[in-house]
């Protein structure tokens, strides 16, 4: 008689499979890092912004230097009724009033900022007894202070550190006598000027440096100049 050996597998063994799990899921390696390259854009950008925000409204450091060239003509060297007086301050023009009569300062739009602007213009404005009429601007810097040489004002870049010379008109206005005084003066220390800077126009206050320019009356006017 044949004996028939039979060997159970023990229960270890025939549960082994289930002990081994298998994951499926598999992990695109690209995600971590497409994930992490977009936070660093998103801050790049964010930062950005701030700068781009902050360059943009901060002051342009625009100012007319070059010091008190003022003239009762516009080709420069009529000083009739003008006086300069200096202080610790700089100098203040001091012009007699004329009703009606033309006035110009030869300046140097000088770019004292981090950036580089594009001047717009400079737009007309009244200071009651005196008015702001407009700009030319010099086509040669060696003759610009002297008033010779100027033409149409036309829109122009200013680098940092930039100079580009202008002429600025001014009228005075035409009051009755009557209404004025003469025992003090109506003074401007500074202009507006329209710029564009970084895709942005925006309107500054540029002062005359170390410069003020008075008209040797006060009192009220009755067709002053706004």
Partial sequence: MEIESVVDDPPWFEDAADDIAVDH???????????????????????????????????????????????????????TGITRVENSLGTDVNVAYEPGAPLHGFFGLYNHGRHTVTIQGLRPRGFYFLAFDGAALSKDWRTALAGRDYGRFRPFRLRPGETRYVRLDFHTARCDPAGLQKNGSSRIVALPVRYRTLGVSRTATAPFDRVSIGIETTGICDHPLR
């Fill in 25 to 79: 899921h598999h992990r695109r390696p690209g995600r971590r890092a497409t994930s992490i390259l977009g936070l660093i854009v998103a801050v790049a950008l964010a930062g950005g912004g701030v700068w781009w925000h902050q360059a943009v409204t901060a002051d342009p450091g625009l100012s007319f230097d070059g010091g008190p060239n003022v003239f009762r003509n516009a080709d420069g060297g009529d000083i």
